[in-house]
T-cell receptor, first 113, second 113 residues
Framework: DVKVTQSSRYLVKRTGEKVFLECVQD?????MFWYRQDPGLGLRLIYF???????EKGDIPEGYSVSREKKERFSLILESASTNQTSMYLC????????????FGAGTRLSVL | GQQLNQSPQSMFIQEGEDVSMNCTSS?????WLWYKQDPGEGPVLLIA?????ELTSNGRLTAQFGITRKDSFLNISASIPSDVGIYFC?????????????FGQGTILTVHP
């Protein structure tokens, strides 16, 4: 079974803090993704990476950055957290981009106060 | 902005009833996928569709890729309590990169025993 692990289930941070969300997958997948999930909006793609040190912007990259130094790990960084970044963050990985099949972690619920 | 319209937003049904939900768009999609998210977990893939007109089943679930490539539906037959959760459609828009999925807003399903 594919295992995508997000390091924290819940996080509470203060406005202006730098926040790191970590994601690790154990299936040697090339491609990894970060989404945020908000009620009534579904999942929206923030960034994705198709190889180590490679990244591409998704639909809502503003206020976020990412890091992929190793194949199995993809980090989402909030440079200066704001209250409108309070959300559920989901990490996913996939083996073949062309099949569009993505495997998700359990999510990190981030609250920014 | 949102390019997929998923309906209904929520459903309250009795155990044993059949369920139908759909996603529509004004744009053409190359791939349609249906995911289910259990409370406190990440989405899990139910069915993937790759060709217009394709009809695929997975147990009590059946999904179809619309012939116009602008819609898809998911049916669940003889619902059971463990069908409770949020169902998402997702698709890859024609002209976008592999891996860049657009998600619907989700359908929240409640099943009364």
């Amino acid at each position: 079974d594919v295992k995508v692990t997000q390091s924290s289930r819940y996080l509470v941070k203060r406005t202006g803090e730098k926040v790191f969300l970590e994601c690790v997958q154990d299936m040697d997948h090339e491609n990894m993704f970060w989404y945020r999930q908000d009620p009534g909006l579904g999942l929206r793609l923030i960034y994705f990476s198709y190889d180590v040190k490679m990244k591409e912007k998704g639909d809502i990259p503003e206020g976020y950055s990412v890091s992929r130094e190793k194949k199995e790990r993809f980090s989402l960084i909030l440079e200066s957290a704001s209250t409108n970044q309070t959300s559920m963050y989901l990490c996913a990985s996939s083996l073949e981009l062309a099949k569009n099949i993505q495997y998700f972690g359990a999510g990190t619920r981030l609250s920014v106060l | 902005g949102q390019q997929l319209n998923q309906s209904p937003q929520s459903m309250f049904i009795q155990e044993g009833e059949d369920v139908s939900m759909n996603c529509t768009s004004s744009s053409i999609f190359n791939t349609w996928l249906w995911y289910k998210q259990d409370p406190g977990e990440g989405p899990v893939l139910l069915i993937a569709l790759y060709k217009a007109g394709e009809l695929t089943s997975n147990g009590r679930l059946t999904a179809q890729f619309g012939i116009t490539r602008k819609d898809s539906f998911l049916n669940i037959s003889a619902s059971i309590p463990s069908d409770v959760g949020i169902y998402f459609c997702a698709g890859q828009l024609r002209g976008t990169s592999y891996g860049k999925l657009t998600f619907g807003q989700g359908t929240i399903l409640t099943v009364h025993p």
